[in-house]
């Protein structure tokens, strides 16, 4: 591949990438991000090449494999360019009618998206109500490029913006624009990116770092995956700029080994991108050298702090210090360092390109420009979801979401991750920011959105998510390590129904320990989960110590299973699924749960055809007895004659 | 694991004592698990106490000090997977193959671990089998799934 040693250059060979392509000549986009692959995308791709040669289409029509448009829900997602037809959960059996119908430009109706409330279909991507309410400016180039080849990035005009940086203004004039442009941190902190590059560019070490931080850790999110997978060249550009502004000469992008799509992805984006000159030496002959290394996190949620990730850097165990100083004057190796993360980066071309003034008229006063949440859980769309601050909880849960599936009722939405906190039912006519979400006690965090319905337990959550961080805290100070630990065996023993009176007031006691006096982010948000959880569902937790009842009849060691005899068709189904044959009973005999073999794990609830509804669960009430053998039969109305 | 293997690993990584991890991850990579000459080596060769090497390899949830079995059972954690029941697949896979997270069975055959979320949230609860995601489990599926694995 030729190097491009001019922004005239680049212009020119954007224009020869464009020329070389029929815009009307149609082409077959299949996501192959993580979530998509794994619902059988790698089928579905064979497949179209296999379909394409077999037709002998192979000039008339070409396929790509990009990143993920952030509809897993129903992956895998295929849209058909240049008419953008979107066809929704394909199976390799469906192929060869999607290549026929593209050959004749027909539609495969049955493919489409259908509106489950009303039963319209949405043939377009952009008509689907999913899609219809947010404002894609990140992750909408996602489904329009293929990461692993520089070409597609270029023709979306990338690497412009750098070239304007590099040519057109000083390393001032692009720290001042950031700095306009209000960008916020993604990460969580929500710091402000350009007050962090100045820290950085005006410390007098010469030797800078900048670094990417993608070790996203957040249980539930994966919208810096979907970034990176997808688009890495956006990050790239991104950070290069960023080297440009605060004067540095290496970078680092940190991700988890985790996410081996994503690093596949980001090193091939490296390469390419040196082979081209728009990373390494003489960047696009402006003088300007930056070269960019991959390190592959091994695992460890604490190094998604600052100064812990930067410690891993250096080959050591990632443990966080105390930021008296901050890593931007004082980091890797004790050079100044900035680091943020990908979907900050990734908003830096954007703004360097569209101006401060374009960025800021999304979002709200404090939090400008859209921001990408990983909408999971129950919910009925699970998937990205980017949309501008400051949009109400509300229309993200419902609008975007699609409500709660199986008629069930919401009961809250975690945001945050563990840091963050759950907002009730109350508080979703709430603005999605970074001081809002503050206020009501849970945080941004990285853009995680849990949505939980009425089988939820809070207590439970709290619990899930002191457990997680006891087993991620790195041990180095005593309130996190030992203070988590505590808390965690107080709610194992309220959802085990072993709690008792205080345990809520010694949780308080603690946890106001652990913020007060914890080194670094994870301890002294580790509370956050049960404070939020306490202060919107105190009743939970009383009904588990006082009742020892489970109000969501979630927890395994206060639910019991019952099977009601009137409701009992003794059709077999849970008494054959049943794991540990727990259930007795024949044809023609009402079944009954054997409650001391029963290991409550749900399968005869779930199995039971919905017509009986005859297994229930039961919490806080006693077992009835089982009915007498002799009284077991059952009458078929109807069948007898 | 052969000493040369070690060594082309530890070239390709620059040989600084800053390439710890990476180094430490890919012989994790080929051989599955991190066997005591290997560290030593590691060690020797990048002139960084087994001290610290060890601090390491147990610090960070990518690193096995034990062998690994046939099959590598990851049962996702995640938030978006637990309140969709994940604890009650991982109790069933517990019950079944009769090893807890982080244990390999005595004939090798399992080796089970929990991880926090490998991004299908769309198909939770997921179970991962040597790399392989099976979506949407409940413990009547999961049952299903490690019957057919031999």
Known sequence: MPRINSPEDLEKVRQEILAARDPGRPCISICAGTGCLASGAGEVIAAFKAEIEKQDLQAEVNTRETGCPGFCERGPVVVIYPEEICYLQVRPEDVPEIVSAVKEKKVVERLVYVDPATGEKAILEADIPFYKHQVRNLIGSNIRIDPKRIEDYLAIGGYSALARVLFRMSAGEVLSEVKKSNLRGRGGGGFPTGRKWEESRNAPDPIKYVIVNADEGDPGAFMDRALLEGNPHSTLEGLTIGAYAVGAREGYIYVRQEYPLAVENVIIAIKQAEERGLLGKDILGSGFDFTVKVHKGAGAFVCGESSALMTALEGRAGEPRPKYIHTAVKGVWDHPSVLNNVETWANVPLIINKGAGWFMQFGTERSKGTKIFSLVGKITNTGLVEVPMGIALRDVIYKIGGGIPGGKRFKAVQTGGPSGGCIPESLLDLEVGFDELSRAGSMMGSGGMIVMDEDTCMVDVARYFLNFLTDESCGKCVPCREGIRQMLKLLDNIVKGKGKEGDIELLEALSETAIDASLCALGKTAPNPFLSTLKYFREEYEAHIRQKRCPALSCKELIAYHIEPEKCRACMICAKQCPVNAIAGGKNLIHVIDQEKCTKCGTCFEVCPARFGAVRKLSGEPVPAPIPEDARAVSRKGKET | ?150
């Not at chain 2, 293997?5 to 991190?34: A, Y």
């Not at chain 2, 560290?39 to 949830?61: C, D, M, N, Q, S």
């Not at chain 2, 954690?77 to 090893?99: K, P, S």
């Not at chain 2, 198909?123 to 413990?139: A, N, Q, S, W």
């Open chain 2, 1 to 150: 694991m052969d000493i040369g293997k070690i060594d082309k690993i530890i070239d390709r990584h620059g040989g600084g004592s800053d390439s710890l991890i990476q180094v430490l991850l890919e012989i994790q990579s080929e051989n599955h698990w991190l066997p005591g000459e290997a560290l030593g080596r590691v060690g020797e060769r990048l002139r960084v106490p087994l001290t610290r090497i060890r601090h390491i390899a147990t610090f960070y949830k990518a690193f096995s000090l034990v062998p690994k079995g046939r099959h590598e059972i990851h049962v996702c954690m995640g938030t978006a997977c637990h309140v969709r029941g994940a604890q009650r697949v991982l109790d069933t896979v517990q019950d079944l193959t009769g090893i807890r997270p982080g244990e390999t069975g005595l004939d090798l055959k399992y080796s089970l671990e929990t991880v926090n979320c490998v991004g299908c949230c769309a198909l939770g609860p997921v179970l991962e089998i040597d790399g392989k995601t099976h979506g949407k489990m409940g413990p009547a599926k999961a049952a299903a799934v490690l019957k057919n694995m031999e």
